[in-house]
């Protein structure tokens, strides 16, 4: 599958077709090491695993070329660390990682919990580059890899009655300060999105970035990637998903409700309470110097505006 933004992306170039039978040439083809003791083991074991190529879409247009890499390792946004944005990459090193495994309950004909593992032998990894908009009015161009949610959720056989999903974090007190102290937010994290939202093939679950296994800081080793919504939306180190009939209540919509609302779609014509949306500081440029146009849906209207098609956009965030 070829993702394409609102900006075109050409065709995607696929790797060879053999299929790569144990992780560490998995690894390899990534570029990645076994050097670095940080990858888990669903990555980094000696067990066979059948991965079928990477898909890696590219694109030449300059307004979708990647942030480099150092800058979104070490501006991230993850409060059960810390409440800056550089502390994180120090903080989020003691979380542990690995053994990781992901439960998948409610409306579902086959509720169950898989290993990390069992999940990405059945995926095809793709690179997809995506822009990524803060709520706080900042952005940024990554290079993900990972699979889509749908094929995951596939894998539970949702019911007619699934309407809403909703994904918790881990809970891990000891390694994460604030979620230990219970501070600002109530943990662990939730997040939710609409079934046909969940289910749409931009919606992606990241298991690594720029080629490289997900970085801790950055919410491994699983986390969600939805670009057209702003980027809280996009929940770190998932640990469980549930199919509900009604929608969840998330963390920062019950957190500052009138700040935060279940939606959060990137939208320029709707503020946010105590600051404009209308435009955003590209990661890396100066504050006054390089910001861009926010796009409706953050540039993916052609892709998702249907999904809100009776809704009035105006009025809602």
Same mark, same amino acid.
């Given at each position: 599958?070829?993702?394409?933004?609102?900006?075109?992306?050409?065709?995607?170039?696929?790797?060879?077709?053999?299929?790569?039978?144990? /992780?560490?040439?998995?690894?390899? =083809?990534?570029?990645?090491?076994?050097a670095g003791a940080n990858i888990p083991s669903a990555f980094a074991g000696e067990n066979k695993v059948n991965f079928a190529n990477l898909i890696k879409s590219t694109t030449p247009d300059d307004s979708l070329k990647p942030t480099p890499a150092e800058l979104?390792?070490? @501006?991230?946004?993850?409060?059960?660390?810390?409440?800056?944005? %550089?502390?994180?990459?120090?903080?989020?090193?003691? =979380?542990?990682?690995? #053994?990781?495994? &992901?439960?998948?309950?409610?409306? &579902?004909?086959?509720?169950?919990?898989?290993? +990390?593992?069992?999940?990405?032998?059945?995926?095809?990894?793709?690179?997809?580059?995506? /822009?990524?908009?803060?709520?706080?009015?900042?952005?940024?161009?990554?290079?993900?890899?990972?699979?889509?949610?749908?094929?995951?959720?596939k894998m539970a056989k949702p019911l007619s009655t699934a309407q809403f999903v909703k994904f918790t974090t881990i809970q891990q007190p000891e390694t994460?300060?604030?979620?230990? %102290?219970?501070?600002?937010?109530?943990?662990?994290?939730?997040?939710? +999105? /609409?079934? %046909?939202?969940?289910?749409? *093939?931009?919606?992606?679950?990241?298991?690594?970035?720029?080629?490289?296994?997900? #970085?801790?800081?950055?919410?491994? #080793?699983?986390?969600?990637?939805?670009?057209?919504?702003?980027?809280?939306?996009?929940?770190?180190?998932? &640990?469980?998903?549930?199919? +509900?009939?009604?929608?969840? +209540?998330?963390?920062?919509?019950?957190?500052?409700?009138?700040?935060?609302?279940?939606?959060?779609?990137?939208? *320029?014509?709707?503020?946010? *309470? /105590?600051?404009?949306?209308?435009?955003?500081?590209?990661?890396?440029?100066?504050?006054?110097?390089?910001?861009?146009?926010?796009?409706?849906?953050?540039?993916?209207?052609?892709?998702?505006?249907?999904? @809100?098609?009776?809704?009035?956009?105006?009025?809602?965030?």
């Amino acid at each position: 599958m070829i993702i394409k933004t609102k900006k075109d992306i050409p065709s995607s170039e696929i790797t060879p077709p053999e299929i790569f039978k144990e /992780r560490r040439k998995f690894i390899q =083809m990534l570029g990645l090491t076994l050097a670095g003791a940080n990858i888990p083991s669903a990555f980094a074991g000696e067990n066979k695993v059948n991965f079928a190529n990477l898909i890696k879409s590219t694109t030449p247009d300059d307004s979708l070329k990647p942030t480099p890499a150092e800058l979104v390792k070490n @501006y991230t946004n993850y409060y059960e660390f810390t409440f800056n944005k %550089d502390d994180a990459t120090k903080l989020a090193q003691s =979380m542990v990682i690995d #053994p990781w495994s &992901v439960e998948i309950s409610g409306e &579902v004909e086959k509720p169950a919990t898989y290993h +990390l593992e069992a999940i990405l032998n059945k995926q095809t990894l793709e690179e997809r580059i995506y /822009r990524f908009r803060c709520v706080e009015g900042w952005s940024m161009v990554v290079p993900w890899v990972g699979f889509s949610l749908a094929n995951l959720l596939k894998m539970a056989k949702p019911l007619s009655t699934a309407q809403f999903v909703k994904f918790t974090t881990i809970q891990q007190p000891e390694t994460m300060p604030n979620q230990r %102290d219970k501070k600002m937010l109530d943990f662990p994290y939730v997040e939710g +999105l /609409r079934i %046909d939202e969940a289910m749409h *093939p931009l919606t992606m679950l990241a298991v690594g970035m720029y080629g490289e296994t997900l #970085p801790k800081q950055n919410g491994a #080793p699983l986390r969600l990637v939805v670009p057209w919504k702003y980027g809280f939306k996009s929940i770190k180190a998932i &640990v469980k998903i549930e199919l +509900l009939k009604n929608p969840p +209540l998330t963390t920062w919509n019950q957190s500052a409700p009138q700040e935060y609302g279940f939606y959060a779609n990137v939208n *320029p014509s709707v503020p946010h *309470p /105590r600051w404009s949306q209308n435009s955003e500081r590209l990661l890396g440029s100066g504050f006054f110097t390089s910001r861009r146009q926010t796009e409706l849906f953050n540039g993916y209207s052609e892709q998702v505006a249907s999904l @809100y098609q009776n809704m009035d956009l105006r009025h809602f965030f």
